[in-house]
């Protein structure tokens, strides 16, 4: 059973409206979250990381967590075509990086 | 730009040959770690090593055996490859376990 879920599995917005990614943890030992984004034919790279309850934005890209829920979202607005990606979220357990899960992903598509 | 290096790019070979992956990273990171991304794009820890000690994902097969000459360099090894071992293997490091790893841009392997 994946302990971390994704959602939706995949997402149409089109070009400069808002794009929101879910991302639930079952494992209730999750501290915190990392999202990563994965362009086609490359490899995952960290976008943004939350380890506390609230919202933290950066630029386009806004992230919250919900620490009771162990729920993430993280919202792009005025999405360009260049933000079209697998979007994953990794939670972490305290003791490290060797503890990170991986959900499935979102697959995001911006129409231009 | 990526400092994390990995050859070979892609790899195709045969049931039961045994293959090695190359791992180098330029950052000084003290953690190192061998993740797999299969054909659905889950992405799953299968290694980790820090400071001569490593820790091993349960869940992956005795035929995997990661190889470190130094803290730069983790290389991985399949003993007698089967077709399940086809997907794309990603190295990574990080400053401390608890930092988000930063991905090199994969091997790919294709077992026939």
């Known amino acids: 059973q994946q302990k971390v879920q994704q959602s939706p599995e995949s997402l149409i917005v089109p070009e400069g409206g808002m794009a929101s990614l879910n991302c639930t943890s079952s494992d209730r030992n999750v501290d915190y979250f990392w999202w990563y984004r994965q362009h086609s034919g490359k490899s995952p790279k960290m976008l943004m990381?939350?380890?506390?309850?609230g919202e933290k934005e950066e630029g386009r890209f806004t992230v919250h967590l919900n620490k009771a829920s162990l729920h993430t979202s993280l919202h792009i607005r005025d999405s360009q075509p260049s933000d079209s990606a697998l979007y994953l979220c990794?939670?972490?357990?305290?003791?490290?990086?060797?503890?990170?899960?991986f959900g499935k992903g979102t697959q995001l598509i911006i129409q231009p | 730009e990526t400092a994390v290096f990995q050859t070979p790019n892609y790899h195709v070979t045969q049931v039961g040959n045994e293959v090695s992956f190359n791992c180098k990273q330029t950052?000084?990171?003290?953690?190192m770690y061998w993740y797999k991304q299969d054909s659905k794009k889950l992405l799953k820890i299968m290694f980790s090593y820090n400071n001569k000690q490593l820790i091993v994902n349960e869940t992956v097969p005795r035929r995997f055996s990661p190889q470190s000459s130094d803290k730069a360099h983790l290389n991985l090894r399949i003993k007698s490859v089967e077709p399940e071992d086809s997907a794309v293997y990603l190295c990574a490091s990080s400053r401390a376990n608890n930092q988000a790893p930063l991905f090199g841009e994969g091997t790919r392997l294709s077992v026939l």
């Open positions: 950052l000084g990171h003290d953690t």
């Open positions: 990381s939350i380890f506390s309850n």
């Open positions: 990794a939670g972490g357990r305290a003791g490290g990086a060797d503890r990170l899960t």
